[in-house]
């Protein structure tokens, strides 16, 4: 048995391998001492490896672990396991956003990652959900049920809050407000993936590749497929598991 | 290395009308950061030792030597930029001190007055003399700037106000009508040094000069070609620290601790024995300057367990691949030597700067690295958008490359080392 543990900046997230076969996948919020959380998380397996990824990869290799990997390395292991043929993939997930280009063995031969703040990231998106008044889980759909763009410019979440207090007040519907602060969600991770070699398939892995307007409108605007693994945010964990297989 | 700290001259501090409470915390947190990065290396050369006291005696030592000498009547210039010609304050028994404009302690007294999306270097030094933490600012006798870039060039019109502050014109192309403007603008400066010291330079000074200061480059030249060897026989933190003490110590005898150093990293090589194991990976930086005490990236990668092995940068290799021709004893003569080796400097302020492209790869093979990490200050717009050539040039060799822009603050930490470790695993295959 091999396990791989994407402590995230959000969730944490557990891959259970028996040789070729996902056996589980279990998530749970990071709280405040995430490593106990994954210790909790796992009580009763007996693993011959765990591999540790996300923020809190190396605590986690100081606690229980036996190794580590980058967030980039387990999403392009965790995108192949759901689509062999993935070439670029895009993970966006509570804090990062970051896009990765395989050759045809599926190493990385490129990758980029959004600066040290969290605009256009889950984050992002769950407090601009809150500020309206939203469920996360509400809040894609809720985009997808508007056609009309109200602008919003900002990116950034505290700005971003002020220009939706400010469209509020002027009457704009919820649903079209919605729409317009995925849509700045998405112009920038097209941004982001515009910038790397041309491919014409997205995979498209981390907690947010869960929300169905983002999903739509960077296909959209991208002009590409784009491709949602079945679980999007055990993708990283996923990948570690098979790093681990393979040691 | 529980010992370890950054002396304390509270009483020379207050002469020099320094802020001595603000700026005694700024120094132990030094001597903290000095203990945690570079004394719990293991397989340290012993000869690193005459590096540490350099860092021990920062504000303290050479602070001391640079008022001696200003007793003296020797001038004393401060300095920001490799584009400095150093030989004709050397000629004049002066000396050239590198500033202080490497730490985010100094920003908020700077942002004070500058606007806030500039250059953290220049927004570093100009708050380390706005804020009177910096004992070198303190003492010179006037600062040397130059217009490498809009930042400082319209900075040194402040800086001015609270220290004298010359300003020399770098050309921006290398043209014949630059070189001649470069060689003006070094006859001017010469003029400038003679009346600070009040005294004529001689061209017999100005040789001996030249020989001191070429004596120095090479030493640093030696050093970075013993980095080649594999396994490196020192860490790229402790070869970027002495890069940074270069710009600040007495350069004879700088040149001849190099020296002594290289002598033992010889023997290292020659034993094959090395800081890391032969299978660490070897990472070459290119880019801006890390001025003392701006250690992050190297930190961060060799934390992640790579070694750097190469700074092509100003501080690094820019500083000293070029020496000048030596043996004239004709000052017409030996000033158009001198402006022919200031006019090979490759920085980005130049356009085009084909020539750094080249030096770039040509110093990724020399040093045997197997990726480069290009760092480019925030807000340094020449070197962030050439940085789209050096990553063109890279993709088409095949060299696994990765571009930062980062700041001073700590606030990125977690994503760059993300980034480094990833990048790592990508050279790693």
Same mark, same amino acid.
């Given at each position: 048995m091999d396990i791989g543990i994407d402590l995230g900046s959000r969730a944490l997230k557990m891959a259970v391998f028996d040789g070729d076969e996902l056996l589980e996948c279990r998530m749970v919020e990071s709280g405040f001492t995430p490593h106990q959380q994954a210790e909790e998380l796992l009580k009763g397996l007996k693993p011959h490896r765990v591999i540790a990824t996300g923020y809190g990869r190396h605590l986690a290799h100081k606690n229980f672990a036996s190794g580590v990997i980058t967030e980039i390395k387990a999403h392009s292991l965790g995108a192949r396991y759901f689509f062999p043929q993935a070439m670029t993939i895009l993970d966006v997930g509570g804090q990062d956003s970051k896009v990765i280009t395989l050759n045809r063995e599926g190493k990385v031969v490129n990758f980029q990652m959004n600066d040290?703040? /969290? /605009?256009?990231?889950g984050r992002f998106l769950e407090i601009m959900a809150a500020s309206l008044g939203y469920t996360l889980a509400e809040f894609g759909p809720m985009a997808l049920s508007s056609d009309h763009e109200a602008p919003i410019n900002s990116m950034c979440t505290v700005f971003a809050e002020s220009e939706v207090i400010s469209l509020k007040n002027h009457g704009v519907p919820a649903a079209d407000i919605a729409r317009a602060l995925h849509l700045a969600v998405v112009s920038r991770l097209v941004g982001m993936v515009r910038r790397m070699e041309e491919s014409a398939t997205l995979v498209f892995t981390g907690g947010v590749a869960r929300n169905p307007a983002i999903v739509s409108l960077l296909q959209e605007r991208l002009g590409v497929e784009v491709f949602v693994p079945s679980l999007p945010e055990h993708a990283g964990a996923v990948g570690a598991a098979l790093h681990a297989r393979t040691l | 290395m529980q010992d370890f700290e950054v002396k304390a001259y509270p009483e020379m501090w207050h002469e020099l009308n320094m802020d001595v409470e603000r700026f005694d915390k700024a120094r132990q947190m030094l001597g903290g950061a000095y203990t945690k990065i570079f004394l719990s290396q293991a397989n340290r050369p012993q000869k690193m030792a005459y590096f540490d006291e350099m860092i021990s005696e920062i504000f303290g030592g050479r602070v001391k030597e640079l008022m001696q000498a200003k007793k003296e009547g020797r001038p004393v210039v401060g300095t920001f930029c490799v584009y400095i010609p150093e030989e004709i304050v050397v000629a004049a028994n002066g000396i050239c001190v590198g500033l202080c404009g490497g730490s985010p302690g100094s920003i908020p007294d700077a942002e004070k007055i500058l606007p806030r999306n500039i250059c953290p270097m220049v927004k570093s030094a100009f708050g380390f003399k706005a804020g009177r933490i910096c004992p070198y600012f303190q003492v010179v006798d006037f600062v040397y700037g130059e217009t490498t870039c809009d930042a400082k060039k319209k900075t040194w019109e402040i800086l001015d106000r609270l220290v004298p502050t010359y300003v020399m014109e770098i050309p921006q192309m290398k043209k014949e009508r630059d070189r001649t403007l470069w060689l003006e603008e070094v006859k001017d400066f010469k003029a400038k040094i003679e009346a600070v010291s009040g005294k004529t330079i001689s061209s017999e000074q100005l040789a001996e000069a030249i020989k001191i200061l070429n004596g120095k480059r090479q030493a640093l030249q030696r050093l970075t070609k013993l980095r080649a060897a594999n396994p490196a026989p020192i860490s790229g933190k402790d070869a970027l620290l002495i890069e940074q003490i270069a710009f600040y110590d007495e350069p004879v005898r700088f040149a001849a601790k190099v020296n002594e150093l290289c002598d033992e990293l010889d023997a290292r090589a020659a034993k094959g024995e090395g800081i890391l194991p032969k299978s660490a990976l070897r990472v070459m930086v290119s880019g801006t300057p890390m001025a003392l005490p701006n250690w992050k990236i190297h930190n961060l990668v060799e934390s992640a367990g790579a070694v750097i092995v190469n700074e092509e940068s100003c501080i690094g290799t820019r500083y000293f691949k070029d020496l000048i021709t030596e043996g004239s004893l004709d000052m017409e003569k030996q000033l158009a030597a001198l402006t022919d080796r200031y006019m090979r400097i490759d920085c980005s302020c130049f356009t085009p700067n084909d020539e750094r492209v080249t030096q770039v790869l040509k110093e990724y093979k020399d040093s045997a690295a197997q990726g480069i990490i290009h760092y480019s200050l925030q807000f340094c717009h020449t070197y962030n958008i050439e940085e789209i050539k050096i990553r063109e040039a890279c993709q088409r060799e095949g060299i696994p490359y990765l571009s930062i822009e980062s700041d001073y603050s700590p606030d990125d930490v977690g994503q760059l080392q993300t980034r480094i470790e990833a990048f790592l695993e990508q050279v790693e295959g």
């Open positions: 040290k703040c /969290a /605009a256009g990231t | -």
